[in-house]
């Protein structure tokens, strides 16, 4: 499944935004979803954010109308637009492709199931500082 590269966290005070970057290499896998999630110290990973092949997104309640996945096709980039930053948004963010068995299933059928994505990257850190 190639190898997925996270960037663009970093440190920013509440109100502030950030751009992730999730760039995808040595790999045809194109699964029909792809996704973001986070993990904050002490907590369960979630997802925060998914992108179906045909454009629908999907977004964790707590960051609905904050945040914005989008990609590049021609690049082979995933993004995530993160805006008005909360400090509860203090997280290692990771993007994840699904594994192989699930590439053709549309993110609703497996967002909410960790184990249908990976492998993991080593995750970008966001901190937000109130």
């Known amino acids: 499944q190639g190898k997925l590269v996270e960037s663009g966290g970093g440190s920013v005070q509440a109100g502030g935004s950030l751009r992730l970057s999730c760039v995808a290499s040595g790999t045809t896998y194109h699964p029909l979803c792809m996704g973001w999630f986070r993990q904050s110290p002490g907590k369960e990973r979630e997802g925060v954010a998914f992108?179906?092949?045909?454009?629908?997104?999907h977004y964790a309640d707590s960051v609905q109308g904050r945040f914005t996945i989008s990609k590049d096709t021609a690049k082979n980039i995933l993004y995530l637009e993160m805006n008005d930053l909360k400090p509860e948004d203090t997280a290692v963010y990771y993007c994840?492709?699904?594994?192989?068995?699930?590439?053709?299933?549309?993110?609703?059928?497996?967002?909410?199931?960790?184990?249908?994505?990976?492998?993991w990257g080593q995750g970008t850190q966001v901190t937000v500082s109130s």
């Open positions: 992108l179906d092949d045909g454009g629908l997104t």
């Open positions: 994840a492709a699904p594994v192989y068995e699930a590439g053709l299933q549309p993110c609703a059928a497996i967002k909410s199931n960790l184990r249908r994505f990976g492998p």
